[in-house]
């Protein structure tokens, strides 16, 4: 009896592959038979998480995750990374390219000036600094530990810089770890070099073991230094500066027609005035200790101990700021302020000509984001925008154009839709639903092993592997299963049956654009001989036209 219940099991097995196959031929040619519709407004496809290309009104994208992402703007911008902050992320518009990697300590950009030359940099923080250019003065070269020159870096015209002796120390006293005191101490003794000498306008100077001894000049400066011994900086109308131990420091600084003057003993005790009595200022064992007031622009300072407890009001720029640190805190800086009770509540407001923003932080877990704009609205989100998230569990957000989005889980501790969320959170997304302003919605379960979009004339499903299915405008053209070993695809080619993974072409014809549809039906079939329609036709279950044209419905599921 049992090889008889398998010979029985294997019948039926062939014969569910056989109803399958007639079925699916059935499908393809009942769907190439239809006239098709417009394709939807966004074009979106995807395959599990690891692949999305979409085009949104702000946006075109492609994905690779987590190896590529691309967006490209409409006005001509691009942005695109690869596994970042590792390995890079780049920035694109008409005049300018920007690229970083190794979390910001590696980058370049090329950039074009406004009479045309093109200008390279390229820079591995501290190590090699690269520059070209079609203009001799923005060429550049330097290579850690022997040293070469930057050319307009560190608001300075040239730098040059040779002989970096700290580097010995790695060879000398090879570090245990990285995160070492001593081996902070020996990046630091890496950087000095043993002699430098740099150009701003008019002013060159000269450093030995650069920032211990240094002197310069201009025909309205003057600088010299041995630290930390003495220093002074001179410059015509603007400061005369002394420095004598490091500890013991002098400034008078012209503001005006007043000198701003100051003595002090750092960090015990000191004092800054002014000579018309405007201004007037103390500190003791600084930072902690410090107060004082200038009546020019309206200002008072308190800071008794730093950074607990800071009080400040200024008129001329607006400030307004109390600060009781751990337990309350507001301040106020033109348009932007920033309030907060304890640790676990915070909130920030911004007002600009275009939009005010408020956001709010709960024990660094809950967030509400809102954003409202003025006339006229934003062009994508309208009139408001609103974004919720309790962290790591789940984020929402939405507009008054219509958008709407829905992530759970939510575990990046910042937000970058266009970025880092688009890149790497359909990684841990256990639910996800998205709605367009153009109608369009879009659902995933489980790390996008279902997913799916719809709208008013088009639904596409996809199960990875094992089932995809797309309609549009009341026509299938698309089905398959098990990795295509079955299915079909309708595209503007024409139509292919896939039976065992070999592809069969069986219409020429392809979908119909905008254009043919509104005209002539590309689609229509005429056939002498139907018979072979007919069986075709009851094997879909469906009642044959009878005119040779083969015009009923492709929904068969």
Same mark, same amino acid.
């Given at each position: 009896?049992?090889?008889?219940?398998?010979? #029985?099991?294997?019948?039926?097995?062939? %014969?569910? %592959?056989?109803?399958?196959?007639?079925?699916?031929?059935?499908?393809?040619?009942?769907?190439?038979?239809?006239?098709?519709?417009?394709?939807?407004?966004?074009?979106?496809?995807?395959?599990?998480?690891?692949?999305?290309?979409?085009?949104?009104?702000?946006?075109?994208?492609?994905?690779?995750?987590?190896?590529?992402?691309?967006?490209?703007?409409?006005?001509?911008?691009? =942005?695109?990374?690869?596994?970042?902050?590792?390995?890079?992320?780049?920035?694109?518009?008409?005049?300018?390219?920007?690229?970083?990697?190794l979390f910001g300590f590696a980058g370049a950009s090329d950039y074009f000036h406004s009479n045309?030359?093109?200008?390279?940099?390229?820079?591995?923080?501290?190590?090699?600094?690269?520059?070209?250019? #079609?203009?001799?003065?923005?060429r550049y070269f330097m290579l850690l530990p022997f040293g070469g020159t930057v050319k307009g870096?560190?608001?300075?015209?040239?730098?040059?810089?040779?002989?970096?002796?700290?580097?010995?120390?790695?060879? %000398?006293?090879?570090?245990? /770890? %990285?995160?070492?005191?001593?081996?902070?101490?020996?990046?630091?003794?890496?950087?000095?070099?043993?002699?430098?000498?740099?150009?701003?306008?008019? @002013?060159?100077?000269?450093?030995?073991?650069?920032?211990?001894?240094?002197? *310069?000049?201009?025909?309205?400066?003057?600088?010299?230094?041995? &630290?930390?011994?003495?220093?002074?900086?001179?410059?015509?109308?603007?400061?005369?500066?002394?420095?004598?131990?490091?500890?013991?420091?002098?400034?008078?600084?012209?503001? *005006?027609?007043?000198?701003?003057?100051?003595?002090?003993?750092?960090?015990?005790?000191?004092?800054?005035?002014?000579?018309?009595?405007?201004?007037?200022?103390?500190?003791?064992?600084?930072?902690?200790?410090?107060?004082?007031?200038?009546?020019?622009? #309206?200002?008072?300072?308190?800071?008794?101990?730093?950074?607990?407890?800071?009080?400040?009001?200024?008129?001329?720029?607006?400030?307004?700021?109390?600060?009781?640190?751990?337990?309350?805190?507001?301040?106020?800086?033109?348009?932007?302020?920033?309030? =907060?009770?304890?640790?676990?509540?915070?909130? +920030?407001?911004?007002? /600009?000509?275009?939009?005010?923003?408020?956001? @709010?932080?709960?024990?660094?877990?809950?967030?509400?984001?809102?954003?409202?704009?003025?006339?006229?609205?934003?062009?994508?989100?309208?009139?408001?925008?609103?974004?919720?998230?309790?962290?790591?569990?789940?984020?929402?957000?939405?507009?008054?154009? $219509?958008?709407?989005?829905?992530?759970? !889980?939510?575990? !990046?501790?910042?937000?970058?839709?266009? $970025?880092?969320?688009?890149?790497?959170?359909?990684?841990?997304?256990?639910?996800?639903?998205?709605? &367009?302003?153009?109608?369009?919605?879009? +659902?995933?379960?489980?790390?996008?092993?279902?997913?799916?979009?719809?709208?008013e004339d088009f639904l596409h499903i996809k199960v990875p592997i094992l089932f995809s299915f797309?309609?549009?405008?009341?026509?299938? /053209?698309?089905?398959?299963? &098990?990795?295509?070993?079955?299915?079909?695809?309708?595209?503007?080619?024409?139509?292919?049956?896939?039976?065992?993974?070999?592809?069969?072409?069986?219409?020429?014809?392809?979908?119909?654009?905008?254009?043919?549809?509104?005209?002539?039906?590309?689609?229509?079939?005429?056939?002498?001989?139907?018979?072979?329609?007919?069986?075709?036709?009851? &094997?879909? #279950?469906?009642?044959?036209?009878?005119?040779?044209?083969?015009?009923?419905?492709?929904?068969? =599921?």
């Amino acid at each position: 009896m049992r090889p008889a219940r398998e010979s #029985g099991a294997r019948r039926q097995g062939g %014969i569910c %592959i056989v109803l399958a196959v007639c079925a699916l031929v059935a499908l393809a040619w009942t769907a190439a038979a239809t006239p098709a519709a417009a394709e939807p407004a966004s074009r979106h496809d995807w395959f599990w998480m690891l692949y999305e290309t979409d085009s949104l009104e702000k946006y075109n994208s492609v994905v690779y995750r987590p190896f590529f992402l691309k967006n490209r703007y409409a006005d001509g911008k691009e =942005f695109e990374g690869s596994l970042m902050p590792l390995v890079y992320w780049r920035y694109t518009n008409d005049h300018k390219t920007e690229w970083k990697s190794l979390f910001g300590f590696a980058g370049a950009s090329d950039y074009f000036h406004s009479n045309g030359v093109e200008d390279y940099d390229l820079g591995i923080f501290p190590l090699l600094f690269y520059g070209d250019s #079609g203009e001799g003065r923005d060429r550049y070269f330097m290579l850690l530990p022997f040293g070469g020159t930057v050319k307009g870096k560190l608001a300075q015209d040239r730098i040059s810089a040779y002989a970096f002796p700290g580097f010995l120390l790695f060879f %000398i006293y090879p570090p245990s /770890t %990285i995160l070492s005191l001593a081996t902070g101490l020996m990046i630091m003794a890496s950087l000095i070099p043993a002699y430098a000498d740099y150009e701003a306008g008019d @002013y060159r100077a000269r450093a030995v073991f650069w920032p211990l001894v240094q002197w *310069g000049s201009s025909p309205t400066r003057e600088d010299f230094r041995i &630290l930390p011994l003495y220093a002074h900086n001179y410059k015509k109308g603007a400061y005369d500066n002394y420095s004598y131990l490091f500890f013991f420091n002098e400034q008078n600084v012209r503001v *005006g027609s007043d000198t701003q003057r100051t003595l002090f003993a750092m960090p015990i005790i000191g004092r800054r005035w002014s000579d018309s009595g405007e201004s007037n200022a103390s500190t003791l064992l600084w930072p902690f200790f410090s107060w004082g007031f200038n009546r020019k622009s #309206g200002d008072f300072e308190l800071n008794f101990p730093w950074p607990l407890v800071m009080i400040q009001d200024s008129m001329n720029p607006s400030i307004y700021k109390r600060i009781f640190f751990p337990f309350y805190g507001k301040y106020v800086h033109k348009e932007k302020e920033t309030f =907060f009770v304890s640790p676990l509540y915070f909130t +920030l407001k911004h007002t /600009t000509e275009s939009f005010s923003s408020e956001y @709010y932080i709960n024990a660094l877990i809950v967030w509400y984001f809102k954003r409202d704009y003025m006339k006229p609205p934003d062009k994508y989100h309208g009139a408001s925008w609103r974004f919720f998230k309790i962290w790591p569990l789940f984020q929402y957000e939405y507009d008054s154009a $219509g958008n709407i989005a829905f992530n759970m !889980l939510s575990i !990046l501790p910042f937000r970058d839709p266009e $970025g880092y969320e688009l890149m790497y959170q359909p990684f841990w997304t256990l639910f996800e639903y998205r709605r &367009l302003k153009s109608g369009e919605k879009r +659902l995933g379960l489980l790390l996008r092993t279902y997913y799916q979009r719809w709208g008013e004339d088009f639904l596409h499903i996809k199960v990875p592997i094992l089932f995809s299915f797309r309609e549009e405008g009341s026509v299938v /053209t698309e089905f398959s299963l &098990l990795a295509s070993m079955f299915g079909y695809e309708r595209t503007r080619e024409g139509t292919v049956l896939n039976l065992f993974w070999i592809p069969v072409k069986i219409n020429s014809d392809g979908i119909a654009t905008a254009g043919e549809a509104a005209g002539a039906d590309p689609f229509s079939i005429s056939h002498n001989d139907d018979s072979d329609y007919r069986a075709l036709a009851m &094997l879909a #279950g469906r009642e044959f036209p009878g005119d040779g044209s083969l015009r009923w419905s492709a929904r068969l =599921f």
